[in-house]
């Protein structure tokens, strides 16, 4: 809050809500800063996990997009990618909603964020690894997202 107060105090305006946000995992306030002269604003986050969370699910969406365009080259991989990614994006869902602290909801974005790149690694190569690699991330990503 002490960066609301600078800016009120150096002229700026500051639009935020009455009460704390809350999900699962993290609470805290969202807030826009605008500078009345210039027309500049800056949209914020405060509480922690700023960009963990937005990282991981456009890392997440750009995956099921590749998966997708895949389907165009190879069903076999781009069903594989789609799948890895569908089972992910579940453990990913029931790890946020049992974080029981900004340390757990970290690391569930984390983990899905690392496990999403270990879907698209095996893209370039052959059908082999890429069995691997997926059975490897599956095991992976539950071990991260659940137990860690």
Do not use: C
């Not at 993290?26 to 963990?52: E, H, N, R």
């Amino acid at each position: 809050m002490e960066e609301i107060a600078s800016a009120l105090a150096v002229g700026k305006e500051v639009i935020t809500h009455t009460d704390p946000v809350s999900v699962p995992g993290w609470s805290g306030a969202g807030y826009i800063i605008l500078d009345p002269d210039t027309g500049d604003g800056a949209y914020k986050i405060g509480g922690g996990a700023d960009g963990g969370f937005v990282f991981a699910f456009v890392l997440t969406a750009f995956a099921f997009i590749v998966a997708i365009y895949l389907f165009q080259t190879s069903i076999v991989l781009g069903s594989l990618l789609l799948i890895w990614e569908s089972i992910n994006f579940t453990l990913w869902i029931k790890a946020i909603n049992a974080a029981d602290s900004e340390e757990d909801f970290d690391k569930a974005n984390f983990g899905q964020a690392i496990v999403t790149l270990l879907g698209l690694i095996p893209v370039p190569v052959g059908m082999g690894e890429v069995r691997a690699v997926i059975w490897f991330g599956i095991l992976f990503s539950a071990l991260l997202v659940n137990v860690l």
